[in-house]
């Protein structure tokens, strides 16, 4: 049988689908019993690093539009993992609640073995290299929708 030729190999979109698809993957089966989506697991660690952030702050920070916040907070708050507090009178903060801030301690302890699998097979020059390119190009997918240019 052949070995057939990609010309998408030589793509930087192609190769960063590929590979966020395998971290995707073994993010999603690290957490697995966790039950939870991981924009939920997500939405839950910001929640616990900043409490008494709002809504619409927890979907700005991770790129989530504010409808679709509104099931992912409704779920959390249904688990226990999150409480609404009224900061005024129109004003509601979120905050983690015990069993919340307990599923976010774990998360991060397994985040952090899923992080080190990856980093591993990285030399630290490019691990720096990779962790320094990407914001940049997140910036300017950012910088052309700003100036309308999507």
């Not at 691990?127 to 300017?140: D, G, I, Q, W």
Request: aromatic share 4%; net charge negative.
């Amino acid at each position: 049988m052949a070995v057939l030729t990609n010309a998408l190999d030589k793509l930087l979109g192609y190769q960063m689908r590929r590979a966020t698809a395998v971290l995707m993957a073994d993010f999603v089966r690290t957490l697995a019993d966790f039950d939870m989506r991981p924009a939920e697991i997500t939405t839950l660690l910001v929640i616990a690093e900043n409490p008494d952030c709002s809504q619409s702050e927890v979907g700005e920070a991770i790129a989530i539009k504010r409808a679709n916040m509104v099931p992912i907070i409704a779920r959390l708050i249904e688990r226990g993992l999150v409480a609404r507090t009224r900061v005024d009178g129109r004003s509601l903060a979120l905050r983690v609640t015990g069993k919340g801030a307990e599923h976010a301690v774990e998360a991060w302890r397994r985040i952090a073995g899923h992080e080190a699998r990856f980093r591993e097979r990285l030399a630290q020059e490019d691990l720096e290299t990779v962790l320094a390119a990407l914001p940049v190009l997140r910036a300017a997918v950012d910088e052309d929708e700003a100036a309308g240019e999507t």
